[in-house]
């Protein structure tokens, strides 16, 4: 029930636990055949491109973009721009432009392809695209002019769109906030303008979401805290998400829906898709749901119960863990000619078409996806290398997905390794999210938040006690045995 560990903010040389995970990040790194290293050859490519980038002709660079990332972001992939406009609102979404620092068929074009997506550890990130590139030249970071894709998306008073278009221009990010400065400032009334009307439209959509049967799985992120007064002392927390999170990524949603009907009537193009959960698997979440203690009113959808929940809750976390069996299947599905069967296009989550088109520099199929929509939005012929890439995409990107999934598994559970490696035979309260086979339970334990498999019984949402047996930060593995019940 994490996204991922931020950066532990430890040297690992000062403690035997540091030195332990360190290896066990680099060892799930290298088991999992992560490409580390770029080649000499898409290096030079970066340098010549560097020195000589395709920039677009328009200049957007007064409008006053800013950006909305995690703290430390030096990989920006979005600024965003909004204002009023009549009754209703303007929103300008630009988006990092890649193709204009690669070369189409060239060696780092090849290595990107081999990689798909940033990797992400704790203690590092393995890039998609160079750091020269995708931290420097390509980056929207503030105050340097910059060539990107920009969505400009015109929405009514009720935030349904009314009319969209993809153009490239120059632009300039004129300040870098994190996702806490942007909720202190509007919740203190001193945000700017753009600032406050991204919460009224991330508002406004949120609540068509609502509408139309869309669903957001509130995951929280884990964070690992690291105490230095006594060597290294590593802890967990389950941070959730704050409501400027979900703001801004209701205007990359709104973005992808809008690329993928773009897509859709231009018969071309790679759609993000995920099936409806079966009756079968609504149901099963629906137990839990009681089992857990919680009210589920009869006829409302699971989208519309999920943003109920108090993500602060142990309790209310554990159904945000079960309602993942719900969010399966998702891939990607592309086409040129005649567009998939309209019960096949939609991202069962989202209710609606979607398509991922707002990271470029961290996931490789945004780069095709924006260069199909801005080319069906001038007129043009999509370009001959997007299109001949679109058959193999879903291929690459559900591996090297794959890939990414289980790095960051292998080193979340490294973490949780370490914090529980000097507890062991400690006593823990724990509370049971679901039922494994073999006589074994999957626990949540209330602090530190780990979520793991222990040996036992007990029904479904009951509060347990639960003791460490045995943690093995190398190996990744954490024993627990439930030796406990309440009620």
Do not use: K
């Not at 040297?11 to 088991?31: H, K």
């Not at 995951?219 to 007064?229: C, D, F, K, L």
């Not at 602060?312 to 040129?336: K, P």
């Amino acid at each position: 029930m994490v996204e991922r560990a931020t950066s532990l903010a430890c040297d690992p040389t000062t403690s035997e636990t540091g030195r332990l995970l360190a290896q066990a990040f680099q060892q799930a790194r290298d088991e999992l055949e992560v490409r580390q290293v770029f080649p000499d050859a898409a290096l030079a490519e970066v340098e010549q491109a560097l020195a000589a980038p395709e920039l677009p002709e328009r200049d957007e660079t007064g409008v006053g973009f800013v950006t909305v990332d995690p703290p430390g972001s030096m990989d920006l992939d979005q600024a965003l721009h909004l204002e009023r406009a009549g009754s209703g609102y303007r929103v300008r979404y630009a988006i990092a432009d890649v193709p204009a620092f690669l070369v189409e068929g060239g060696a780092l074009d090849a290595e990107t392809r081999l990689r798909g997506q940033t990797v992400y550890c704790p203690d590092t990130r393995v890039p998609l695209h160079p750091p020269a590139l995708s931290e420097e030249a390509a980056s929207l970071l503030p105050d340097a002019v910059r060539p990107a894709y920009v969505w400009d998306i015109r929405l009514a008073a009720d935030g349904s769109r009314e009319s969209a278009e993809l153009y490239r221009a120059m632009v300039r990010s004129r300040r870098r906030y994190t996702y806490d400065e942007v909720q202190d400032l509007v919740d203190g009334g001193d945000a700017e303008e753009s600032l406050q009307l991204l919460r009224e439209v991330g508002e406004l959509r949120v609540a068509r979401e609502v509408a139309r049967g869309g669903a957001s799985l509130p995951m929280p992120e884990q964070e690992v805290g690291v105490s230095t007064e006594e060597g290294c002392d590593y802890t967990l927390r389950l941070r959730p998400m704050l409501p400027a999170e979900d703001w801004n990524a209701q205007i990359s949603l709104l973005t992808g829906m809008v690329a993928a009907r773009m897509m859709l009537d231009g018969r071309v193009g790679i759609l993000r898709t995920m099936p409806e959960p079966g009756e079968g698997a609504v149901a099963r979440f629906r137990r839990e749901v009681e089992a857990l203690g919680a009210h589920w009113p009869e006829g409302m959808p699971y989208g519309e119960f999920l943003r109920t929940l108090d993500r602060s809750d142990t309790r209310h976390l554990a159904i945000v863990n079960a309602a993942t069996s719900l969010f399966r299947g998702a891939g990607y599905t592309a086409f040129d000619g005649e567009p998939p069967p309209e019960d096949e296009q939609a991202q069962a989550a989202i209710a609606a078409p979607y398509a991922h088109v707002t990271a470029p520099l961290r996931r490789l199929v945004d780069r095709f996806g924006l260069a199909v929509c801005e080319a069906l939005c001038a007129g043009r012929e999509v370009p001959t290398w997007a299109r001949e890439a679109l058959p193999g995409l879903p291929e690459v990107m559900e591996e090297t997905g794959r890939r990414a999934r289980a790095v960051d598994r292998a080193c979340l559970t490294a973490v949780e390794a370490a914090v529980l490696s000097d507890r062991v035979g400690q006593d823990f309260a724990a509370v049971v999210v679901d039922g494994v086979d073999g006589g074994r339970v999957l626990v949540q334990l209330v602090d530190p938040p780990v979520s793991d498999v222990a040996a036992g019984t007990a029904p479904l949402g009951s509060p347990v006690t639960v003791r460490v047996e045995r943690a093995d930060i190398l190996a990744g593995e954490v024993d627990l045995r439930v030796v406990g019940q309440e009620g």
